[in-house]
């Protein structure tokens, strides 16, 4: 058991490019979370798979983000047409029941 | 809906020092509370967790007892080390409302330094 991996650790894009990130979750942990984390505050809650199924979204994912989780395992999130408010720090975290996640180390997406 | 607050930063202490960080929730239902802490340039770590009212979360020293009464999920350390600088977020996680979603809501976070 490797943790939660993610991938890359930091990206500096340009605005308006599309960017993509992956995670990894422990191997038996059907359950994965995407979080989003600005600077000063908690994380927010993103989006959530059951094994490769995307249950739930929250309003914060506008139409130009889009995850997938293809056979259940690693995830990729992608933002297309990168904004300026889309620097954060994005968290991947995975679980196997509701009393608790790992979380990876994130990966930190500049947008400038 | 459901949310938390917790006590506004940035706390500083010296080392050996008493902490006290204050989280209050507002949720329907009967939610798990968790504190995670948050060291620089890394991912959030779980330091401890009460899933039902009266239970006491322990881990490294650090304590927090889920009090339905006052709505409260307060973290205390009798004796604080300098590596226990970092950032703490007080959560809490939906299932209380039979969600079987697990999210978690999460306060601000508190930053914490100790010092020599």
């Known amino acids: 058991d490797t943790g939660v991996s993610q991938d890359p650790r930091h990206k500096i894009t340009k605005r308006g490019q599309n960017v993509t990130f992956r995670c990894d979750p422990i191997?038996?942990?059907?359950?994965l979370y995407w979080y989003r984390q600005t600077l000063g505050q908690g994380p927010e809650f993103l989006t959530y798979?059951?094994?490769?199924?995307?249950?739930?979204k929250s309003r914060l994912l506008s139409d130009r983000f889009s995850a997938e989780r293809p056979k259940g395992s690693f995830s990729t999130l992608e933002i297309q047409r990168t904004e300026q408010g889309d620097s954060a720090m994005y968290l991947c975290?995975?679980?196997?029941?509701?009393?608790?996640?790992?979380f990876g180390s994130g990966t930190r997406l500049t947008v400038v | 809906g459901d949310s938390v607050t917790q006590m506004e930063g940035p706390v500083t202490l010296s080392e050996e020092a008493f902490l006290t960080i204050n989280c209050t929730y507002t949720?329907?239902?009967?939610?798990?509370l968790f504190w995670y802490v948050q060291y620089p340039g890394e991912g959030l770590q779980l330091l401890l967790k009460?899933?039902?009212?009266?239970d006491k979360g322990s881990n490294k020293g650090f304590e927090a007892t889920y009090r339905k009464e006052t709505t409260s999920f307060h973290l205390e350390k009798g004796s604080v080390q300098v590596s226990d600088s970092a950032v703490y977020f007080c959560?809490?996680?939906?299932?209380?409302?039979?969600?079987?979603?697990?999210?978690?809501?999460f306060g601000r976070g508190t930053q914490l330094t100790v010092w020599p």
């Open positions: 949720a329907t239902g009967y939610p798990s």
């Open positions: 009460a899933t039902k009212a009266d």
């Open positions: 798979f059951q094994n490769e199924a995307q249950l739930e």
């Open positions: 975290a995975s679980s196997l029941n509701l009393d608790g996640y790992t």
């Open positions: 959560a809490l996680s939906d299932r209380g409302r039979g969600s079987t979603l697990g999210r978690l809501y």
């Open positions: 191997s038996e942990h059907n359950r």
